[in-house]
């Protein structure tokens, strides 16, 4: 029922931006849903919610994750990172993220 009830989600939402921007459906290479359900499932967080990880006294500011990955060239966003919680930090963590990966390119081509 689930995953029968997800998908007729999915469906109605991809028909409704097809009925806005008409050739969007043809346009899209892959698509992936969440719910809480997949938030806790994959991401461990507590009855599903999707502001990352808690923010706890520990889990705050420095306690975070930041935006470097331990594999070199790869960045974190998203709003488990230090940018904060929620769509703001989500946002935030983005914005860092895309100005890191293109001082790197500026670098690389000057």
């Known amino acids: 029922d689930y995953h029968a009830r997800k998908d007729a989600f999915e469906t109605a939402l991809l028909g409704y931006l ?6 969007l459906g043809e346009r899209i290479v892959f698509k992936e849903s969440a719910t809480p359900v997949t938030h806790q499932r994959f991401a461990g967080s507590t009855d599903g919610v999707s ?3 808690a923010l ?6 420095r306690g975070r994750p930041g935006y470097d990955a331990i594999v070199p060239g790869l960045h974190l966003c ?4 230090r940018a904060n919680h929620g769509i703001v930090g989500a946002m935030s963590s983005g914005r860092a993220v895309a100005h890191a990966a293109l001082s790197a390119v500026a670098k ?3």
């Open 51 to 53: 502001y990352g990880i």
């Open 56 to 61: 706890t006294p520990s889990q705050f500011g």
């Open 78 to 81: 998203g709003a488990s990172t």
């Open 18 to 23: 097809e009925r806005r921007f008409p050739g």
């Open 108 to 110: 690389v081509t000057a």
